[in-house]
């Protein structure tokens, strides 16, 4: 890997307005940030292991999050996989934790949002295996 992938971050998220929000804070932050709309182009960043965390809508390019997550784990094992969706519920969220993901977070839209975005997002990059949020 890269040292420039070393702090890459990918976006899947439908929703612009939230996609412009996580990608300004992640970029403040000091990430190189990759956004894509398309699960093709989300599938081609990580083959091509352009990021270590990905930052994922419920719902993407007319795919569930609950069905797009284990075809990501089977792309790159070490992906960390944070859910940002208002819409889950306990139970998907659950399922999901069991398919690998790190972390559930709300959409960034009030400041503590965005402060909560901005410290999983570091807690990814410092232990990816285990969530200390």
């Not at 990430?31 to 719902?59: D, E, F, H, M, Q």
């Not at 969706?85 to 998907?92: D, F, K, R, T, V």
């Not at 559930?104 to 503590?112: D, G, Q, R, S, T």
């Amino acid at each position: 890997m890269k040292e420039s992938d070393m702090n890459g971050i990918l976006i899947a998220e439908e929703n612009r307005e939230s996609c412009r929000v996580m990608a300004d804070l992640c970029v403040e932050a000091g990430y190189n940030v990759t956004v894509s709309t398309t699960a093709a182009g989300v599938l081609n960043g990580i083959l091509k292991k352009t990021a270590r965390v990905i930052l994922l809508g419920s719902s993407f390019d007319e795919l569930a999050a609950v069905e797009f997550i284990p075809l990501l784990k089977k792309c790159c094992r070490d992906l960390t996989i944070i859910l940002v969706s208002n819409e889950a519920s306990l139970p998907i969220i659950r399922k999901l934790r069991n398919e690998g993901i790190f972390y559930h977070l709300l959409k960034p839209v009030l400041p503590e949002d965005r402060e909560e975005l901005k410290q999983v997002v570091a807690c990814a990059f410092k232990n990816p295996k285990k969530c200390c949020c």
